[in-house]
């Protein structure tokens, strides 16, 4: 069956980065781009954008340029969200979510990354 | 306006039917999806491309559409159907992005 397993909860402190990990399994990891959204303390599901796991390409939604950065390491079947120079506004629960092109949705979500940022 | 606007809240007892709408100028040239998050959890696609039901999704759960608004209806509301919902589309003026409503949260009475 499908799954998205990300990787723990982190704690940082402002000006550090963090990257997230999403390891897909029950699919093939090539056939399905994976989008990224958060969700801060509370607050609504917003999208941060895609990475075609076939080309490596992204698409970042406004407002998720330049500290973030997705990438694959196809091999091992993750995808990784990457944020950099850390805020405490990017306290939030990050997703994985996988594209279903068939559906025009995303129908399977890893299970949350709660990253904190923190002095 | 890229903006989905949905109502904050909506409640309903058991057994009564539940709507939860949503607007936008969007809906009107692109499918909308809905999904349901339970606190703590990871959201589940309840309906895709307006109508359509994903498998293992109970036959309760329906989604309509008109212009540029349209509705998720749950019928025969359970307890187990208390959740946030939310809605989404896309905008395609310019690179394609995703677009999600502020959520609705169902309390069921």
């Known amino acids: 069956q499908v799954q998205l397993v990300q990787s723990g909860s982190e704690l940082k402190k402002p000006g550090a980065s963090v990257k997230v990990s999403c390891k897909a399994s029950g699919y093939s990891f090539t056939r399905h781009s994976m989008s990224w959204v958060r969700q801060a303390p509370g607050q609504g599901l917003e999208w941060m954008g895609w990475i075609n796991t076939n080309t490596g390409n992204s698409n970042y939604a406004p407002g998720f340029t330049g500290r973030f950065v997705f990438s694959l390491d196809t091999s091992v079947s993750t995808a990784y969200l990457q944020i950099s120079s850390l805020k405490a506004e990017d306290t939030a629960v990050y997703y994985c979510?996988?594209?279903?092109?068939?559906?025009?949705?995303?129908?399977?979500w890893g299970q949350g990354t709660l990253v904190t940022v923190s002095s | 306006s890229s903006e989905l606007t949905q109502p904050p809240s909506v409640s309903v007892s058991p057994g009564q039917t539940a709507r939860i709408t949503c607007s936008g100028d969007a809906l009107s040239k692109q499918y909308t999806n809905w999904y349901q998050q339970k606190p703590g959890q990871a959201p589940v696609l309840v309906i895709y491309k307006d109508i359509k039901r994903p498998s293992g999704i109970p036959e309760r759960f329906s989604g309509s559409s008109s212009g540029t608004t349209v509705t998720l209806t749950i019928s025969g509301v359970q307890a187990e159907d208390e959740a946030d919902y939310y809605c989404q589309s896309g905008v395609s003026s310019g690179p394609y992005y995703v677009l999600f409503g502020g959520g609705t949260k169902l309390t069921v009475l």
């Open positions: 979510a996988r594209e279903e092109s068939q559906m025009g949705a995303r129908d399977y």
